[in-house]
């Protein structure tokens, strides 16, 4: 069962563009929602993260904004950079059980 | 220094086979995982331990086995091999009595079956 939607699955934007990756969850008892960045061959690394007392969280050029009664959130990259390029997984969790349930990855190629 | 490290990076090995992945975190954290990402870039969590304990154990088959000889180190015995078991297994690590959703991870063990 897939509790954590991801969409699109992969996405090309221009540089200098914005990229908006999307997810959507089923669980109401998830109450953390990071986003996690992977890079070829490498394991992914924690970028931003957002609770669902907020609605908005902006760390840089990234920004989540988070939907609670649509139960919803989508990752934000403004200025997109070739260095950006990617596959971005957002992911849910209940503090406390310590199991993360990743959605199933955008690959994102920023293009010059 | 490596946070999480795991070895060795790369294996290839014939079907029916037995192999084995080991992890190492210099990070203090109490938490251990395995996690498995198919050819699809998909992440499934398979194992945790907290100071050697086992807290999570997905529907995976018997012949996956974990041991935690204590909480910095987390191996991942696999026996009788077979094609569907290729994949990247990352290992992570997590502070548990700080856990905030951020995981650790290693930098991944590349399993090729033939």
């Known amino acids: 069962q897939q509790q954590v939607k991801q969409s699109p699955q992969s996405l090309i934007v221009q540089k200098g563009g914005i990229s908006i990756i999307n997810c959507a969850y089923e669980?109401?008892?998830?109450?953390?929602f990071p986003w996690y960045q992977q890079f070829p061959g490498k394991g992914p690394a924690l970028l931003i993260a957002i609770r669902p007392d907020v609605s908005e969280k902006k760390e840089g050029r990234f920004t989540i904004s988070f939907n609670k009664s649509a139960k919803q959130f989508s990752l934000h990259i403004m200025d997109s950079q070739p260095g950006d390029s990617a596959t971005y997984f957002c992911a849910a969790t209940t503090l406390g059980n310590e199991k993360l349930t990743f959605g199933t990855g955008t690959r994102l190629t920023i293009i010059p | 220094d490596t946070a999480v490290s795991q070895t060795p990076k790369y294996l290839v090995t014939q079907m029916g086979n037995d192999k084995s992945i080991k992890c190492e975190q210099n990070l203090g954290h109490d938490t251990m995982y395995w996690y498995k990402q198919d050819s699809k870039k998909f992440l499934k969590i398979m194992f945790s331990y907290n100071n050697k304990e086992l807290i999570i154990n997905e529907t995976v088959p018997n012949r996956f086995s974990p041991k935690s000889p204590d909480k910095a180190h987390l191996n991942l015995h696999i026996n009788s091999l077979e094609l569907g078991d290729s994949a990247v297994y990352f290992c992570?690590?997590?502070?548990?009595?700080?856990?905030?959703?951020?995981?650790?991870f290693g930098e991944g063990s590349r399993l090729t079956v033939l």
């Open positions: 669980n109401t008892a998830f109450d953390y």
């Open positions: 992570a690590s997590s502070h548990r009595g700080f856990y905030t959703g951020e995981l650790f």
